[in-house]
């Protein structure tokens, strides 16, 4: 497999992230979801990790890059799923990524996004005459 | 004279009075006292003795009396290293232990003394290498004793801070970390580790760590908590500090430490806030016409 799939949820994209990462896989990967969140306006990125159990330094500055790509799109990354020993190995490795939000799973997750859209809506709604 | 002569000799001494042996050296070591304490019996004391000097004939007989690390001391360190654990175990102190076997010198001294009197050269060479091989064998006993010591400290050590790491569910999508005593990275680590696996059981959203309990806070401690709110932000939920007493605010702002998380003073405060973010509201009930 050289391609992490990327589902498109209503305003939100879904990515699953189930094999190891390396320099390719990641860069196609931002290639396709900044594609993806272009074509589809998508407000929204969840990155599933619940499948990961290993967890480096390189994955951790590829989930800040992204999140940080998307910012710049309009669209808010969340990481989701992610496991007690991955997350005792971030903070040990100074990795909190601090630009990324977080939930327990995809539900979660979901609803983190649908709150920031809601919340955009009625902005977008107070202005209009 | 060469060392496997002197081995073989006092082979052929002990075995010939092993008896007399025995019963003088048991003498002694019921007026040094672990007898009398009742925490010993004497037969079992006896049946140590015995197997020692058993041990400790087949031992010499290959005409070793040097080095009490060669395979044929192989049974003799195994007797004493459980002579030595099952004292600690029986509360013996580290002198009573040893003289266990520094009380065997006595009786064989007495022994050498009698059979080479007249001759005091060979009577030398004989006492000084028994007395040789005695001590570090009584060395050996020492050294499992304070091991047998040191694994019951480090097993109460572990056993502590895994009593003392609790996580507790207050309510629904609400977990209260109670901390008590200092915390150390090791202790950080489990705290961590039960907090997080807390988080995906019950899918909580907010954690309140309670540090009430923790008697001082410096850089350390504190760069420990933060890595634990980290931690648990990476899984979804958000944590709270609560239980700052007056001294630890005042020690934290001298330090130039920045928490950079919500802290209240007290646990309620930061339920209510907990509350407040789930969405649950305490209301008091009116009270019932009251007589």
Sequence with gaps: MDRIPILKMGDALLVTIQIDMHDRLAIALQNDLTANIVRHR????????????????????????????SRILDAETVVVGMRPAVAITLVELGLSLKGVKTALNVERGMDLIRARLDGGNADIEQRAP | MASPQIASELQRLIEKYEDKLLS??????????????????????????????????RAIAGGNLED?????????????????????????????????????????????????????GHLLSQSWAISLLLDKLGLHTIEAYQKSREDVIQRQQEEISELSTPVVQLWDGILALPLIGTLDSARTQVVM???????????????????????????????????????????????????????????????????????????????????????????????????
């Design chain 2, 24 to 57: 003088e050296w048991m003498r002694l070591q019921e007026s040094a006292g672990p007898l009398r304490s009742g925490r010993i019996s004497r037969s079992e004391i006896e049946q140590q003795s015995r197997n020692f000097l058993n041990a400790l004939m």
């Design chain 2, 68 to 120: 009490v690390n060669a395979p044929s001391f192989a049974v003799v360190r195994d007797l004493l290293e459980e002579i030595g654990r099952t004292r600690a175990g029986q509360g013996f102190s580290q002198r009573e232990t040893a003289m266990f076997i520094f009380s065997l010198k006595q009786p064989i001294m007495n022994l050498l003394s009698a059979e080479y009197g007249k001759d005091s």
């Design chain 2, 193 to 291: 580790e039960n907090l997080l696996q807390r988080i995906v059981d019950t899918g909580a959203e907010i954690a309140i760590i309670d540090i009430t309990g923790v008697p001082t806070v410096d850089t350390l401690v504190a760069q420990h908590l933060l890595k634990t709110v980290a931690a648990a932000r990476l899984m979804g939920a958000d944590c709270l500090i609560s239980g700052i007493r007056p001294q630890i605010a005042q020690t934290i702002v001298h330090l130039g430490v920045e928490l950079n998380v919500v802290s209240k003073a007290t646990m309620a405060d930061a339920f209510g806030v907990a509350l407040q973010r789930t969405g649950n509201m305490v209301i008091r009930k009116p009270q019932a016409a009251q007589a």
């Design chain 1, 42 to 69: 998508s407000k929204g990125v969840l990155i599933d990790i619940s499948a990961l159990e290993v967890v480096d330094s390189f994955i951790g500055r590829m989930l800040d890059n992204i999140a940080a790509m």
